[in-house]
């Protein structure tokens, strides 16, 4: 197996290589609208993809303008019946109908390519441009994906959150902000009315009958605060990492709100045999629930959220992990790296470039920094 981590600015994007199969986790922005500016994801990833035929799995972290927006041109080529692997937005114990209006919200940021019009709302449509047969695969924590010749298991997000948590009350003030934002704006409205007949909106929101059964040792958490973290979530939210300290008003504000509630539920991966960690842009919380299934030991940790020192929990830091790798754009201040011991190499994107790991087996890693035109 090999594993890229792709130089594409503030974005994520990993490709994948396995025996006759390749997996791509997120594909970085789109660049500019209007502007004759190459995105940075379409020429790291175009020029990883030398066999692109062989993509049969892509997975979507969570649907921020910087992890999938890239999905357009790069993606010519690619398996017609690729499958599109997606966080399933958990079901909401006792406030169903917030869900729905959680996934209109969320879907209804995605930007607007003038070009292009309302295709860009959906990200199943934007993907059937290159991949007519594409099939969307929503997840959640239990489930198993075959990718890259590997067995990858979902650690993240739960399959439910019980009412009355830290959870849906965040998603509820998020959503409740967004709409009344949105009543003063046409375009909002219009959008959160069109994305509901979208097939991404239908992925999302998939029937809870598509959950695996969870042994004991997977029953999901219920996704309240562990106990002794008050002090710490609020320290956190001093720092910008969480949820605003302020009721948000405008409707930029109530946006934030929307994006860091889907960090929340980021899509959180780990491979059984190479032991490779992909965590999108979970939130220190997210990554702490998600660790109670992890495991340890781990060859490669893609850290979440840009490698923000502020996401990354202790459980974490104190597992063995040989290389640590960070999609960085340079617009998180401190790094992990800057702030703790990591007891690994800590590879930077704005720093290093793009990076490449070879895993000969499962106990056997290299890494070598690499510069796209030259090696591919």
Same mark, same amino acid.
Request: net charge negative; glycine share 8%.
């Given at each position: 197996?090999? #594993?890229?981590?792709?130089?594409?600015?503030?974005?994520?994007?990993?490709?994948?290589?396995?025996?006759?199969?390749? !997996?791509?986790?997120?594909?970085?922005?789109?660049?500019?609208?209007?502007?004759?500016?190459?995105?940075?994801? *379409?020429?790291?990833?175009?020029?990883?993809? *030398?066999?692109?035929?062989?993509?049969? =799995?892509?997975?979507?972290?969570?649907?921020?303008?910087?992890?999938?927006?890239?999905?357009?041109? /790069?993606?010519?080529?690619?398996?017609?019946?690729?499958?599109?692997?997606?966080?399933?937005?958990?079901?909401? =114990?006792?406030?169903?109908?917030?869900r729905e209006r959680f996934a209109a919200a969320l879907l209804s940021l995605a930007p607007l390519d003038p070009a292009l019009g309302p295709l860009e709302i959906d990200l199943m449509r934007r993907i059937k441009r290159y991949a007519p047969n594409a099939?969307?695969?929503?997840?959640?924590?239990?489930?198993?994906?075959?990718?890259? $010749?590997?067995?990858?298991?979902?650690?993240?997000?739960?399959?439910?959150?019980?009412?009355?948590?830290?959870?849906?009350?965040?998603?509820?003030?998020?959503?409740?902000?967004?709409?009344?934002?949105?009543?003063?704006?046409?375009?909002?409205?219009?959008?959160?009315?069109?994305?509901?007949?979208?097939?991404?909106?239908?992925?999302?929101?998939?029937? /809870?009958?598509?959950?695996?059964?969870?042994?004991?040792?997977?029953?999901?958490?219920?996704?309240?605060?562990?106990?002794?973290?008050?002090?710490?979530?609020?320290?956190?939210?001093?720092?910008?990492?969480?949820?605003?300290?302020?009721?948000?008003?405008?409707?930029?504000?109530?946006?934030?709100?929307?994006?860091?509630?889907?960090?929340?539920?980021?899509? #959180?991966?780990?491979?059984?045999?190479?032991?490779?960690?992909?965590?999108?842009?979970?939130?220190? !919380?997210?990554?702490?629930?998600?660790?109670?299934?992890?495991?340890?030991?781990?060859?490669?940790?893609?850290?979440?959220?840009?490698?923000?020192?502020?996401?990354?929990?202790?459980?974490?830091?104190?597992?063995? #992990?040989?290389?640590?790798?960070?999609?960085?754009?340079?617009?998180?201040?401190?790094?992990?790296?800057?702030?703790?011991?990591?007891? $690994?190499?800590?590879?930077?994107?704005?720093?290093?470039?793009?990076?490449?790991?070879?895993?000969?087996?499962?106990?056997? !890693?290299?890494?070598?920094?690499?510069?796209? $035109?030259?090696?591919?």
């Amino acid at each position: 197996m090999i #594993v890229k981590v792709l130089n594409v600015g503030h974005g994520l994007c990993v490709h994948i290589t396995g025996p006759g199969t390749d !997996f791509v986790y997120d594909c970085g922005t789109h660049g500019r609208w209007g502007t004759k500016q190459v995105p940075p994801a *379409w020429t790291a990833l175009s020029q990883a993809l *030398w066999r692109r035929e062989q993509v049969d =799995v892509i997975a979507v972290s969570h649907l921020h303008w910087d992890h999938y927006c890239g999905f357009l041109e /790069p993606l010519a080529g690619v398996s017609p019946d690729v499958q599109v692997v997606m966080p399933r937005l958990p079901v909401l =114990v006792g406030a169903e109908p917030l869900r729905e209006r959680f996934a209109a919200a969320l879907l209804s940021l995605a930007p607007l390519d003038p070009a292009l019009g309302p295709l860009e709302i959906d990200l199943m449509r934007r993907i059937k441009r290159y991949a007519p047969n594409a099939v969307p695969v929503p997840v959640s924590a239990g489930h198993d994906v075959t990718a890259a $010749g590997d067995q990858w298991r979902v650690l993240w997000p739960p399959p439910r959150i019980e009412a009355g948590t830290r959870g849906i009350t965040k998603l509820e003030r998020a959503v409740v902000a967004y709409e009344n934002a949105a009543q003063n704006s046409p375009e909002v409205r219009r959008r959160l009315d069109a994305v509901r007949d979208s097939e991404a909106f239908g992925a999302l929101l998939s029937e /809870p009958g598509l959950d695996p059964e969870l042994d004991d040792s997977d029953e999901p958490h219920d996704f309240d605060e562990p106990a002794g973290l008050d002090a710490e979530v609020r320290v956190l939210e001093e720092e910008g990492d969480d949820e605003p300290l302020m009721e948000p008003r405008s409707l930029n504000e109530a946006a934030a709100a929307v994006r860091l509630a889907a960090n929340e539920l980021s899509l #959180v991966m780990v491979s059984a045999e190479s032991r490779v960690l992909l965590t999108g842009d979970a939130t220190r !919380f997210a990554m702490e629930q998600a660790m109670h299934r992890a495991g340890r030991r781990f060859n490669l940790v893609v850290t979440p959220h840009h490698g923000g020192r502020l996401h990354v929990p202790d459980s974490l830091l104190e597992s063995e #992990v040989p290389f640590w790798a960070s999609s960085a754009g340079g617009r998180l201040g401190k790094q992990v790296s800057d702030v703790y011991d990591l007891k $690994g190499w800590h590879h930077r994107t704005d720093k290093h470039g793009s990076a490449l790991y070879c895993v000969e087996s499962p106990d056997l !890693f290299e890494q070598w920094d690499f510069e796209m $035109g030259e090696r591919w």
